[in-house]
C-alpha cells in the first residue's frame, strides 16, 4: 500500500460523519463550498489532488493550519508534481517553526523543477537567517534568471547585501526592487534607512513614499519624524513637523510609550521647552512605567526648571530599575554635589 493510500484511507474515515460537526446545511441540504460539500467531493474522487487542495483551502480560510497543512500533504502525495501546494506547505511548516519540515517541502519543489523561483526564495531566506549568503546569493540569482521581475528577490538581495556590510549593493537592490513594484512598502523603508545613516534628506522621500503606500503606517511615521528631529539644521520648523508626526502615531496608538518619550525629547534637548518636556516624559512613564530613559529624562527637565530634589528622585527611580544607568548615575552625582 502506498503512503497517499494509507494516508487516504484515515481521510475517508475521519470524513465519515465530518458534516454532523459543522453548521453547513440548511433544511437538510447542503451548502456549496461547506465542509459537507467539500468531504462528499472527495468521496466522489478520492485520487483527485484538486479536491484535497479546495478543502486545504476552506481550512486556511478559518485559521485551521493543522487540518490545511493535513491536505496539502494528501495533494502533494497524490500529485508531487504540484509545486504550488508543496510551496505553500512549506510556508505553513515554516510559520509553525517545522523548519526541517519547510525546507523538506522546497527542497522536494525544486526536485520538480529546479528553476522554481517561490522554492528557490524561500530557501534563500532560510540561507540569510542562517548566515550562509553565498548559498543565499546563488539561489536569489537563480530565481532571478528565472523572472528578472521579482521584486521579492532583489529585496532579499538587499537585505543580504545589508547583513554583509554593503550598504551600496543594498540600497542598488531595494532601488531595483520598488522600480519593479513601486508598491513595494519595505523596500521604501529600507532605502530611507540607509539614506538616513548617510544623513541625506532623500530619505524623507522614501519614507514619506512608504507612509503613501500604508497611511496609518506607525514605523514609517516614526522613522520620518526621527529623522527631522536629528536632521533639523537651521530648519527649526522641522521639530515642529516630527512633533506632529508623533501626535498622528499617539492618535493611532494610544499606548506608544516611544511617541511620548521622543516628544517629551524633542521639546527637552532641541526647544528648551522643559515644562512640555515634563509632561510627555511623565506620560510616557505612566504608559511603561519601568521606562528608565524616560525617568532620567524627565529629571533632566525637572533639573532644569530648577527642582534639584524632585530631579533627584527622578534619578533614582532611573537606578531603581537599571542600577548600571551611567547617565542617571552622572546626574545623580551632579546635583548632590551642588
Keep these: 500500500m502506498t503512503q497517499f493510500q494509507v494516508g487516504l484511507l484515515t481521510v475517508l474515515a475521519l470524513c465519515t460523519g465530518c458534516g454532523a460537526q459543522a453548521p453547513d446545511t440548511e433544511s437538510g441540504v447542503v451548502i456549496q463550498d461547506s465542509l459537507s460539500w467539500l468531504n462528499a467531493r472527495i468521496l466522489e474522487a478520492p485520487m483527485n489532488p484538486d479536491r484535497y487542495a479546495d478543502r486545504a483551502a476552506f481550512h486556511l480560510r478559518r485559521g485551521e493550519l493543522g487540518k490545511a497543512m493535513d491536505d496539502l500533504a494528501l495533494v502533494v502525495q497524490a500529485d508531487s508534481t504540484r509545486l504550488d501546494a508543496r510551496q505553500t506547505l512549506g510556508e505553513l511548516r515554516f510559520g509553525v517553526q517545522d523548519f526541517e519540515g519547510a525546507v523538506r517541502e522546497w527542497e522536494g519543489a525544486l526536485r520538480v523543477d529546479g528553476r522554481y523561483a517561490p522554492a528557490l526564495l524561500s530557501l534563500a531566506k ?9 548559498p543565499a546569493l546563488k539561489r536569489i540569482n537563480a530565481a532571478l534568471q528565472a ?16 547583513e554583509t556590510g554593503d550598504t551600496v549593493k543594498a540600497a542598488s ?10 508598491d513595494r512598502y519595505e523596500a521604501f523603508i529600507q532605502l530611507g534607512l540607509l539614506y538616513a545613516a ?3 534628506d532623500l530619505a524623507l522621500e522614501y519614507f514619506r513614499t512608504a507612509r503613501s503606500l500604508r497611511p496609518n503606517s506607525i514605523e514609517a511615521l516614526y522613522d520620518e519624524a526621527i529623522f527631522l528631529q536629528e536632521h533639523a539644521g537651521q530648519d527649526t520648523s522641522r521639530y515642529g513637523a516630527a512633533l506632529d508626526l508623533y501626535d498622528r502615531i499617539l492618535a493611532l496608538d494610544r499606548s506608544n510609550a516611544s511617541a511620548a518619550f521622543n516628544k517629551g525629547f524633542v521639546f527637552l534637548e532641541y526647544m528648551a521647552d522643559y515644562g ?4 510627555w516624559f511623565d506620560e510616557a512613564i505612566a504608559l511603561l512605567p519601568r521606562y528608565h530613559q524616560a525617568h532620567y529624562n524627565r529629571g533632566l527637565a525637572i533639573e532644569s526648571q530648577g527642582r534639584s530634589a524632585e530631579a533627584l528622585e527622578a534619578y533614582d527611580a532611573a537606578l531603581a530599575i537599571d542600577p548600571a544607568y551611567t547617565p542617571a548615575a552622572i546626574a545623580k552625582g551632579r546635583v548632590l554635589g551642588r
Design 276 to 279: 512640555n518636556a515634563e509632561r
Design 147 to 162: 523572472d528578472d521581475r521579482l521584486d521579492e528577490a532583489y529585496f532579499l538581495k538587499g537585505r543580504l547585501y545589508l
Design 198 to 200: 548617510a544623513h541625506d
Design 126 to 134: 532560510v540561507d540569510v537567517l542562517l548566515r550562509s549568503y553565498d
Design 173 to 182: 537592490s531595494f532601488q531595483t526592487a520598488v522600480e519593479v513594484n513601486p
